[in-house]
């Protein structure tokens, strides 16, 4: 008998998930410095971390010896304030990646089932496949979410709904009036999950108004990352929002200390960094023109954009992400998103955006 034979079927199905590339690696087998790597692979905030939040991990550094607060009372504070939530209403992660899977542990069971779209984020099905329940795909609509036909797919069975917008990988964005009819129409058995992992990206007049929907719609969770805009993805650290029973049970499942000290810190001061948001939009709005252009100046066509990276069509995917990297250049193959002629591209700086353009520009050349 093999130790693969001790794990459920359920286990051994899962495909493990593949991170962007380190820069370290790409170094190691380049044979060339870190500095000279650029890497656009994990939609991470080129400009960093805010610097409000790099202040304040200054100030906390004696105190990791003690455990954290496990119930973040003082960040939960914060993002409800920001939210206009009760913190009763606020549940903190390891990064939204834990959010997602305790909302999944604590409301799906084994002999039930989820939804989601193709192209959604691949954390969802392994939440799902990890908890020995069923995983309903959707197919996509112009890459983006069919919110009928999600519906259509709902069984008496199914708990959850996993919904992103804008969506990871393709950047689509549906307008919040349709998701607010679209959640008005889940039945109360099933809960929809709204992922917000780019909602700092957006522009202002299509910011997400969904924590003013937590009290209306017990079965609605939203959650929430500090990994993105906000520069944190190295600390870990996400929320989601709900209603009080939910997050109550959520609490349960909840391992005590999920979110380290350094990262509540960070978080507290970030959040309070308006500057530093608005000025990573500014900075990715351009970048994304930026990025548009160029894949107009080379023939390619893309899928419109309103996150902070954007989805091309190159052909052979595989060829062209292998001629990136010897070119130093690190970006991300979606094969696996059932995007196998596409690369997703996390916009950088507009210096790394131009290295990226110039590597693409030979890489399609080369024969
Ligand atoms: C990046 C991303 C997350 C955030 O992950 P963290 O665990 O917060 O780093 C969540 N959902 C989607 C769709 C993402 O792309």
Known sequence: MSIRDLAPEHVRAIAPYVPGKPISETAREL????????KLASNENPLGPSPKAIA?????????????????????????RKQSVSPENVVLGNGSNDVLELVARTFLGRNESAVYSQHGFVVYRLAVQALGAAHIEV?????????EAILA?????????????????TGTFLPWAEVERFVARVPDHTLVVIDEAYGEYLDPEIASPTSSWISRFPNLVVSRSLSKAYGLAGLRIGYGLANATAVEL????????????????????ALDDA???????????????????????????????VANFITVKVGDAARLYGALLRRGVIVRPISAYGLPEHLR??????????????ALAEALAER
Do not use: W
């Not at 591209?345 to 110039?358: D, E, M, W």
């Open 139 to 147: 197919p996509a609509r112009q890459f983006g979410h069919d919110l």
């Open 275 to 305: 500057d530093f948001i608005a000025r990573s939009r500014r900075e990715n709005a351009a970048g994304l023109a930026q990025l548009q252009k160029g894949f107009e100046g080379l023939g390619l066509s893309f899928i419109s954009s």
């Open 56 to 80: 304040a991990l200054a100030g906390a550094m004696a105190d990791l010896a003690l455990y954290p607060d496990g119930s973040g009372y003082e960040l939960r504070r914060v993002i409800a």
């Open 153 to 169: 797919a709902i069984r008496p069975n199914t708990k959850l709904v996993f919904l992103a917008n804008p969506n990871n990988p």
């Open 345 to 358: 591209i996390t916009v950088g700086t507009q210096a790394q955006n131009a290295r990226f353009l110039s």
């Open 31 to 38: 044979g060339i410095p870190e500095r000279d790597i650029v």
């Open 250 to 269: 959520i609490d349960r499942v909840r391992q005590p200390f999920n979110v380290n000290h350094l990262a509540m810190v960070a978080a507290c001061a």
